[in-house]
């Protein structure tokens, strides 16, 4: 088709690039049916055009039907009893990669809390619903009230409210982020106790619900790809890591992508039931991280509305009903913690938003192609394929955009082509773009560009299901899974011998393991095509996760939790309720101090100090100086070593009376200590 060519009514005189853009055209909304190119190859009389009425429903009910009849039917007919075997995969496959190692049902809890954030996080919300039991029970009151007396329903009300407005750390406000985590996280700690495990409930919930509604969500207007979609979503490790994190991340992605699935359903059919969506998922997300959820939803649809030049748009998505629901659900909140910590829109909105962005304030700065590695580690084992995906929606979009250039009207279609890929495309980049400028850059800012970017490939591989990949591209996915594998399996030999180049006997085992993982994938996929891609990754995949968390789930709490630690000084010195530290990591603090219920006292704190108490003392191994500098005077024994992250424990006695001589403080030789078997 040349640069005047106009589009004829027969597919036959088409060229290989027109039919591609034809069988985009007829990705009607009524079949909800992908015509391929393979499927334009003979001649055929296309239909004509029908009017955008929306995708057919499952069935079509009468005026006499009864409603609740009508959506019981509807229900049966849907994707879950349709197609009741991938939904029973997506459940066992999805389950596992969600569960295992995670809960003491499921594997056990293998790994305590890591990292500064998930302990801190955990400590709120354990803190939050310690205020609101309390003031329940001394209320004597519960959230629904016992009668309609007003006194009754004040002091629900009070009950309500308390530990639920403001984030407590230490029994002082911490306003950096939104109460969602926190909330939900009060529910699990309430229904399960407080533990690590339940702590990270929240974001397992969370990414559950999202893997799910992208299996229903692409089962009703993209069938095909719909279950290969959800688990490559699951499976992605971005995806699987953030669910299984005590943080708000989750909590802004899950939301947020489901609430940008249910606009893009409203623009196909024109129910405003989808529009809801948007609304009330994109207020749970500015709950969860504040403005910067409404803000990427509002970018995303303009750039698409400007890409497509459908300017009506706009106007449509703003829905009074729904803004309405925004608010109501957001301000509350909002208006509630101002009123009583004047200062949080100065904390949150302007040090934890703008000038997390704008500055380097928090000590996060990245070079600009920073997201560009996270991407390609966070799609992992399902980079080569994603990237391909997305060149090819890149494509797709490109060539929609020229043929909108011309004032051609698609075949069998109101609307030009299948905007999905472009949506999909938008969504994928805007955030990564975005966030690339921003002077604090952290991994989780851009997870809700993974999940646009799995649909994206379970798509791409139901699309070419017929014509499979190219060697290349095969051969690529399956040299990935294999370095993945070879990788994870070395994984524990450097956590406990602290070393890049491992034992002979390991390396072998490693390199075989990669060899059939590589022929396995290949073989596979050569043989049965990409309807067998999702299955012969995922073997692996799962495979590494037993050995990772089934046999040397210990290794990773070892080295990398502190709740082996406190463990280790509630049997050695339980009396001891003083904990102090030098030199030691943030993630070691706040771990110790969720698992203590108990801040950590510091010496080099000017405030603080050395307690005059017997307390525990936690330092680096062979930090001789400090501690002369620190304990002048004191006496203090050495309690054992915590070797896998270097530290040393103490017991440091109480001050002594003063005296006219202090003496040289009393203390083991360091060679001594090397007598003391490490934690094991």
Same mark, same amino acid.
């Given at each position: 088709m040349g640069s005047t060519d106009t589009i004829q009514s027969s597919p036959t005189n088409f060229h290989r690039s027109?039919?591609? %853009?034809?069988?985009?055209?007829?990705?009607?909304?009524?079949?909800?049916?992908?015509?391929?190119?393979? @499927?334009?190859? *003979?001649?055929?009389?296309?239909?004509?055009? =029908?009017?955008?009425? &929306?995708?057919?429903?499952?069935?079509?009910?009468?005026?006499?039907?009864?409603?609740?009849?009508?959506?019981?039917? &509807?229900?049966?007919?849907?994707p879950t009893f349709a197609s009741p075997w991938e939904f029973v995969v997506l459940l066992a496959i999805g389950g596992f990669l969600l569960l295992y190692g995670l809960a003491p049902l499921a594997g056990g809890d293998q790994l305590g809390l890591v990292?500064?954030?998930?302990?801190?996080?955990? =400590?709120?919300?354990?803190?939050?619903?310690?205020?609101?039991?309390?003031?329940? $029970?001394?209320?004597?009151?519960?959230?629904? #009230?016992?009668?309609?007396? +007003?006194?009754?329903?004040?002091?629900?009300?009070?009950?309500? *409210?308390?530990?639920?407005?403001?984030?407590?750390?230490?029994? *002082?406000?911490? %306003?950096?982020?939104?109460?969602?985590?926190?909330?939900?996280?009060?529910?699990?700690?309430?229904?399960?106790?407080?533990?690590?495990?339940?702590?990270?409930?929240?974001?397992?919930?969370?990414?559950?619900? +999202?893997?799910?509604?992208?299996?229903?969500?692409?089962?009703?207007?993209?069938?095909?790809?719909?279950?290969?979609?959800?688990l490559i979503t699951a499976s992605a490790i971005?995806?699987?890591?953030?669910?299984?994190?005590?943080?708000?991340?989750? !909590?802004?992605?899950? #939301?947020?992508?489901?609430?940008?699935?249910?606009?893009?359903?409203?623009?196909?059919?024109?129910?405003?039931?989808?529009?809801? @969506?948007?609304?009330?998922?994109?207020?749970?997300?500015?709950?969860?991280?504040?403005?910067?959820?409404?803000?990427?939803?509002?970018?995303?649809?303009?750039?698409?509305?400007?890409?497509?030049r459908e300017w009506t748009l706009l106007r449509r998505t703003i829905w009074l009903p729904g803004i309405i629901l925004y608010f109501v659900m957001v301000l509350p909140w909002y208006i509630a913690v101002q009123r009583r910590n004047p200062t949080f829109l100065n904390e949150f909105i302007l040090n934890h938003n703008l000038k997390r962005f704008a500055t380097n304030q928090y000590q996060h700065h990245q070079p600009g192609y920073y997201y560009l590695i996270v991407l390609v580690l966070g799609l992992i084992p399902?980079?080569?394929? &994603?990237?391909?995906?997305?060149?090819?929606? %890149? !494509?797709?979009?490109?060539?929609?955009?020229?043929?909108?250039?011309?004032?051609?009207?698609?075949?069998?279609?109101?609307?030009?082509?299948?905007?999905?890929p472009e949506f999909l495309v938008l969504w994928t980049l805007f955030p990564i773009l975005f966030f690339s400028f921003s002077g604090s850059k952290l991994p989780g800012y851009i997870l809700p560009s993974v999940p646009p970017l799995t649909i994206l490939t379970g798509d791409y591989l139901y699309r070419t299901r017929r014509t499979g990949l190219k060697p290349w591209l095969l051969w690529s996915h399956?040299?990935?899974?294999?370095?993945?594998?070879?990788? +994870?399996?070395?994984?524990? =030999?450097?956590?406990?011998? @602290?070393?890049? /180049?491992?034992? /002979? !006997?390991?390396?072998?085992?490693?390199?075989?393991?990669a060899i059939v993982t590589l022929l396995l994938v290949a073989a596979a996929i050569r043989k049965y095509g990409n309807t067998q891609i999702r299955n012969v990754t995922l073997i692996p995949l799962c495979a590494i996760l037993i050995f990772l968390l089934g046999f040397h789930g210990h290794d990773l $709490?070892?080295?990398?939790?502190?709740?082996?630690?406190?463990?280790?000084?509630?049997?050695?010195?339980?009396?001891?309720?003083?904990?102090?530290?030098?030199?030691?990591?943030?993630?070691?603090?706040?771990?110790?101090?969720?698992?203590?219920? *108990?801040?950590?006292?510091?010496?080099?704190?000017?405030?603080? &100090?050395?307690? $005059?108490?017997?307390?525990?003392?936690?330092a680096p191994i062979n930090d001789q100086d400090d501690l002369d500098r620190y304990l002048t005077g004191r006496i203090y024994e050495p309690l054992f070593l915590y070797d896998m992250q270097g530290l040393a424990v103490y017991r440091v006695l109480a001050k002594p009376a003063p005296v006219e001589d202090i003496p040289l403080p009393k203390r083991r030789k360091f060679a001594d200590m090397a007598k003391i078997p490490p934690v094991l």
């Open positions: 027109d039919q591609t %853009l034809l069988a985009l055209s007829r990705y009607t909304r009524a079949s909800l049916t992908p015509v391929t190119v393979n @499927d334009l190859s *003979q001649p055929a009389n296309p239909a004509p055009a =029908q009017p955008d009425t &929306g995708p057919a429903e499952t069935f079509a009910p009468t005026a006499k039907r009864n409603p609740i009849i009508a959506w019981i039917l &509807g229900f049966l007919q849907g990292g500064a954030d998930e302990p801190r996080y955990a =400590q709120v919300a354990r803190e939050m619903l310690a205020v609101h039991d309390e003031t329940c $029970d001394r209320l004597n009151v519960d959230l629904v #009230p016992k009668s309609f007396h +007003l006194i009754d329903i004040r002091n629900s009300y009070r009950c309500l *409210q308390a530990g639920t407005v403001t984030p407590i750390l230490y029994g *002082q406000p911490w %306003l950096e982020k939104p109460a969602l985590y926190y909330w939900r996280a009060m529910g699990f700690f309430r229904e399960f106790g407080i533990s690590d495990w339940s702590a990270r409930l929240p974001s397992t919930s969370g990414a559950a619900f +999202l893997i799910a509604l992208i299996f229903l969500h692409m089962r009703r207007f993209r069938p095909g790809g719909h279950l290969d979609a959800a971005a995806i699987f890591a953030f669910s299984r994190g005590a943080s708000t991340d989750m !909590q802004l992605a899950a #939301p947020f992508c489901i609430g940008m699935l249910g606009w893009y359903a409203w623009y196909e059919t024109g129910k405003k039931f989808w529009l809801f @969506d948007l609304y009330f998922f994109g207020a749970a997300a500015t709950l969860a991280k504040g403005p910067v959820a409404p803000f990427l939803a509002l970018i995303i649809i303009f750039l698409f509305t400007a890409l497509r399902w980079t080569v394929l &994603g990237f391909r995906a997305l060149v090819d929606a %890149l !494509q797709i979009s490109f060539a929609e955009w020229k043929v909108r250039r011309k004032p051609v009207p698609y075949l069998g279609n109101s609307r030009p082509g299948d905007a999905f399956a040299t990935l899974c294999a370095i993945m594998v070879f990788v +994870l399996v070395l994984a524990p =030999q450097h956590m406990t011998y @602290d070393t890049l /180049v491992p034992s /002979v !006997q390991w390396l072998v085992i490693a390199a075989l393991s $709490d070892l080295n990398y939790s502190a709740r082996p630690l406190a463990r280790e000084i509630a049997a050695q010195a339980p009396e001891e309720k003083i904990v102090a530290l030098i030199g030691v990591r943030r993630d070691i603090e706040y771990g110790l101090a969720f698992y203590r219920n *108990q801040p950590m006292q510091h010496y080099d704190n000017e405030h603080e &100090g050395v307690p $005059d108490g017997e307390h525990i003392l936690i």
